[in-house]
């Protein structure tokens, strides 16, 4: 994993307990993490942390994002309303992977409750140690944004 790259990270409540999994494993691998919530178990609306990770990662050429909530859906059709971002939904190792290598995602999301801790962890390693493959997938990418 290149623990070059900054890490925006964000949860609504179903997220939360991934989330902190999520950080320590980032951070023990190197990563300089920002978390944007949520911060505890309460109810809240995703939006209100996706909206400011796909912000923050705009903002950032050195960033991607990682984005979880129960089912990952919500998380996931906010981020992709800002254009210039690509999230991706992955609920195993080897989409998250792709999610790189095809579509140049620069947001992970995950759906917190259909996947263990473990498993969300081997997405993320994918995810962060997969690099775009460009050429065909690049002509392909061109054509995400309206």
Same mark, same amino acid.
């Given at each position: 994993?290149?623990?070059s790259?900054?890490?925006?990270?964000?949860?609504?409540?179903?997220?939360?307990?991934? &989330?902190? *999994?999520?950080?320590?494993?980032?951070?023990?691998?190197?990563?300089?993490?920002?978390?944007?919530?949520? #911060?505890n178990?309460?109810?809240?609306?995703? %939006?209100?942390?996706?909206? %400011?990770?796909?912000?923050?990662?705009?903002?950032?050429?050195?960033?991607?994002?990682? $984005?979880?909530? !129960?089912?990952?859906?919500?998380?996931?059709?906010?981020?992709?309303?800002?254009q210039?971002?690509?999230?991706?939904l992955?609920?195993? %190792?080897?989409?998250?992977? $792709?999610?790189?290598?095809?579509?140049?995602?620069n947001?992970?999301?995950? %759906?917190?409750?259909f996947?263990?801790?473990?498993?969300? &962890?081997?997405?993320?390693?994918? #995810?962060?140690?997969? *690099?775009?493959?460009? !050429?065909?997938?690049?002509n392909?990418?061109? &054509?995400i944004?309206?």
């Amino acid at each position: 994993m290149n623990n070059s790259i900054n890490i925006q990270i964000g949860s609504d409540h179903a997220g939360f307990d991934l &989330k902190a *999994e999520i950080i320590s494993f980032l951070e023990a691998a190197g990563f300089q993490v920002k978390d944007f919530g949520c #911060y505890n178990t309460d109810s809240m609306d995703y %939006p209100d942390v996706a909206h %400011p990770v796909a912000e923050a990662v705009l903002a950032d050429s050195n960033s991607l994002g990682i $984005l979880i909530c !129960g089912s990952g859906n919500g998380v996931c059709l906010t981020a992709n309303k800002h254009q210039g971002i690509r999230a991706a939904l992955c609920w195993l %190792p080897e989409l998250g992977a $792709l999610a790189r290598q095809h579509n140049n995602a620069n947001i992970l999301c995950m %759906p917190a409750r259909f996947i263990s801790t473990e498993t969300a &962890k081997e997405i993320v390693a994918a #995810y962060l140690s997969a *690099e775009f493959e460009g !050429g065909r997938h690049q002509n392909r990418v061109n &054509k995400i944004n309206c």
